[in-house]
Each structure stands twice: as structure tokens, then as C-alpha cells.
């Protein structure tokens, strides 16, 4: 680690505090109602989701999830982390000018809550004190970030150490908790926290019981869900994994809790970029871009997805799962069952996790896998194996993005790709990705 990744670590709540400081001012001044989402994956899914129902009536934290990114977006300063050091300096001075006159109007804040770090949730929710908290996933994510948790003897394992940390958004909840009642630590959590926190906030467990039928094609998903005496079918003009259904479950509570109409035919919501969007592909190929991130949480539910997809060659590209620390090994070689139990025609590695771990526990005489250094060698590997009746799945890190850009059959479709900022332009440029 340099030197300045350590002073940045070191530092990162007291520089957090400083801006946070002012931000309050400016989010005393707007009181809105505050909606929460925080959990391992699909938070900007179900922001997006939120959004399509809420429309103009809030305002959205896209791009702002962490300490810093937060409140930033309260004075109205976006993507106020990226750039050189001298933006810093602006933002030293900047943030407290436009604290003292910016003012939003809408009558809602939905806020993305990362939890990527431990103690981070808790120095947002303590601040925020939001009035509804959507509590969707639970995973590995960030595993590496909580290590030092366990080896301390804070905590008996990572995944204990990950639901303290989202646990706390709840913990300062103020009137309504929406949670996955399927998911063990979840619910042992919140019983935890009613025990011992005396909290206000209404706590309603989410059952994926509830979801009664799923059907899915590469461009389209149906959901019918089960709510009260009626069953509500929604649409998306995507591909979506059948875990979106606990994240349509809470949509259909929260607006019945808000009072507002519920939406049921997303078919004209912007998705958010890499997760689950489909592209036609050059010569007729299928492309299901979910290259935004990966741990083993939403790989597996990626792969569930294709499970029940109806569409015959279906290829797996998956790129390795990063930031996993000391349990990286672990999870890679896990990976290896997950992909096999869909079947697929075609499995592609990408990147030394996936070659190291992945692929020696994949059985080659059932499987067709080839672990790959990156995603040039798979672009020629598709590009010459490939028939164009061919669905492509993308998960996973190693530029996928880049991957798939190449496989566009319309070349404007590269607006809709993930990392499009300069800063990964040029991250892409320097391994010679043009």
C-alpha cells in the first residue's frame, strides 16, 4: 500500500467529518424524508426501481454511496472525489460556501448506503437517521476491508463482521425497516437490535415465498408476486435474476407505506449500467451485460438466472471476484459448482483468481472451460468459436466492459456500458484496451 493510500485510510473519517460538518447544514435546511437502501448487492438496482416510482418527488444519491460521496451530493457537488489533488483543495473551501445557501426542494432523499468499509454505515446512519431503511442483500462484499475485524477477535467471522456493519443503518432507523426474513443473519440481527436498541422503527420481514411465478427470456422478465388477496405481475424488457423479486417485494410495501401508486411495467426504466442489461450482439449474438461487480452472492444469482432462462447455447464469461482478501481461494474454487450447475455450453475464465482456483475444480470432461489472462485472448476466442445463436452472459471483473463494447452490433449501445468516466477510459487505455 503507498504512502498515500495509508494516510487516506487513516484519515478517511476525519476528513469524512469535516464535510460532513457542513452537509448537515444544508440537510437540516431540505428536512426531506429520508428512504435508505443499503445491503451487498442490487442497492442501485432498487434506487433505480425507487426512482421509477417516486419520479421528481425525490431526490437521488446516484453515484454518491460513501462518507465523502454523500456529502458531497447534499450540497449539490457531483462526483466530487474524482480528479486531481487540487480538487480536494476546491472541495475544502467549496463545501462550506455551498452549504451555507444550496437548498434541494423535492419532498424525498433516496440514498444509496455502501457499507464498504466497517464503521461507515454507522457514521451515515447516525447522521441520516433515515425514516424508511430497505435492507435487501447480505454477502461477502468488501470481504477484505473486514479482516481485521476477525483477526482482532471483534467478531467470530466475516460474515458476522458484514452484518454489524449494515445492521447499523437500521439501528437508527426512525418509523419503517424492510428486511430479507429468509436470510438468517438478517433476521438475527434485527432481533438483536429490538432487544437491546428500544428502536421506533416498524421491522417488516420480506419472504421470497411471496414470489409466485418467475419466467425469463434474454430480453424480457416477468415477476408475479403474491400481495394480500391480489397477485401483481411486473414487467422488465431485460433479463433479471429471480432475487429481484425480495427488491420487487419491498417496492410493492413501500409504496403502500408512502401512499402512492405503485408502477408495474418497467419496461421503459433506465437500468443502471452492468447490471443485467441486454444488447444484440454482431452476427445475431445475445448479450447480457452484469460486468458491473462480482462476489459470490451475485454470480450465483446471475447463474440462477440462466438456470431458468429459455434459450438454448448459453456461455458463461466470467472475469475474477475481487476484493475477497485471505478468503479468495475459498470462494473462487466455490464458484466453480455454482457455474457448473447451469449447465452452460460454453464456460469462459477470465484473469488469475478464476485460472488459479476456478478452473482446476471445474470437471473437463463434462465441461467445455478455458481459462484465459484477459479479455483480448476471449475476444478471440468467441469471436472464433462462436455461431451468432449464442447468449452471452458477462459477470465479473477484468474489463469486461470492454469485452462486450467490442461485441456491440451498434456501436452507440457503448453509452449504456459501465465505466465510461475518463477515469477508466484511461485505466483501459494504459493495458491497451482502445
Not at 61 to 78: M, Q, R
Not at 229 to 245: L, M, N, V
Request: glycine residues 6%.
Amino acid at each position: 500500500m503507498s504512502l498515500t493510500a495509508r494516510f487516506k485510510k487513516k484519515f478517511y473519517f476525519v476528513a469524512a467529518g469535516y464535510f460532513r460538518f457542513f452537509a448537515r447544514r444544508a440537510l437540516r435546511r431540505w428536512n426531506p424524508r429520508i428512504i435508505a437502501i443499503t445491503g451487498s448487492v442490487g442497492k442501485t438496482t432498487m434506487l433505480h426501481m425507487v426512482e421509477y416510482e417516486l419520479g421528481s418527488k425525490a431526490h437521488y444519491s446516484h453515484n454518491a454511496n460513501s462518507a465523502f460521496g454523500i456529502a458531497f451530493d447534499l450540497v449539490g457537488i457531483e462526483k466530487g472525489v474524482v480528479g486531481s489533488k487540487l480538487k480536494w483543495l476546491y472541495l475544502i473551501f467549496a463545501v462550506p460556501i455551498r452549504a451555507i445557501f444550496f437548498k434541494r426542494t423535492e419532498e424525498y432523499y433516496v440514498v444509496e448506503i455502501d457499507g464498504e468499509r466497517p464503521h461507515e454505515t454507522e457514521f451515515l446512519a447516525e447522521w441520516l437517521k433515515p425514516e424508511v431503511t430497505l435492507w435487501i442483500s447480505l454477502g461477502r462484499s468488501h470481504a477484505v476491508q473486514f479482516e481485521k475485524q476477525v483477526e482482532s477477535g471483534e467478531f467470530e467471522d466475516l460474515d458476522r463482521a458484514i452484518t454489524h456493519e449494515f445492521a447499523m443503518l437500521p439501528q437508527y432507523t426512525q418509523k419503517q425497516i424492510y428486511i430479507d426474513g429468509d436470510i438468517y443473519l438478517m433476521t438475527k440481527a434485527m432481533e438483536k437490535i429490538k432487544k437491546h436498541h428500544n428502536i421506533p422503527a416498524k421491522v417488516d420481514n420480506c419472504y421470497k415465498s411471496d414470489l409466485v411465478k418467475y419466467t425469463i427470456a434474454p430480453d424480457s422478465t416477468d415477476y408475479v408476486i403474491k400481495a394480500g388477496k391480489k397477485d401483481i405481475t411486473f414487467h422488465f424488457a431485460s433479463p433479471q435474476p429471480r432475487d429481484i423479486a425480495i427488491q420487487l417485494i419491498m417496492l410493492q410495501k413501500l409504496c403502500k407505506y408512502l401512499k402512492i401508486d405503485l408502477k408495474t411495467d418497467f419496461s421503459g426504466m433506465p437500468l443502471p449500467p452492468g447490471r443485467s442489461s441486454f444488447f444484440r450482439g454482431e452476427n445475431g449474438l445475445k448479450l447480457i451485460d452484469s460486468s458491473y461487480n462480482a462476489h459470490l452472492i451475485s454470480v450465483e444469482s446471475i447463474v440462477e438466472m440462466v438456470k431458468s432462462m429459455k434459450a438454448p447455447h448459453k456461455w458463461l464469461i466470467i472475469g475474477d471476484m475481487i476484493e475477497q482478501g485471505k478468503i479468495e481461494g475459498e470462494e473462487h474454487t466455490k464458484l466453480a459448482k455454482i457455474l457448473t450447475s447451469a449447465n452452460p455450453e460454453q464456460i469462459i475464465l477470465i484473469g488469475r483468481r478464476t485460472k488459479k482456483y476456478t478452473y482446476p475444480a471445474i470437471d473437463k470432461d463434462k465441461y467445455n472451460v478455458v481459462a484465459l489472462d484477459n479479455v483480448k485472448q476471449a475476444l478471440k476466442f468467441i469471436k472464433e468459436n462462436t455461431t451468432g445463436k449464442e447468449v452471452l452472459v458477462f459477470k465479473g471483473s477484468q474489463y469486461l466492459e470492454w469485452l462486450i463494447e467490442k461485441l456491440l452490433d451498434d456501436p452507440a449501445d457503448v453509452q449504456y456500458l459501465a465505466r465510461r468516466d475518463a477515469v477508466y477510459v484511461k485505466r483501459r487505455e494504459k493495458r491497451g484496451l482502445n
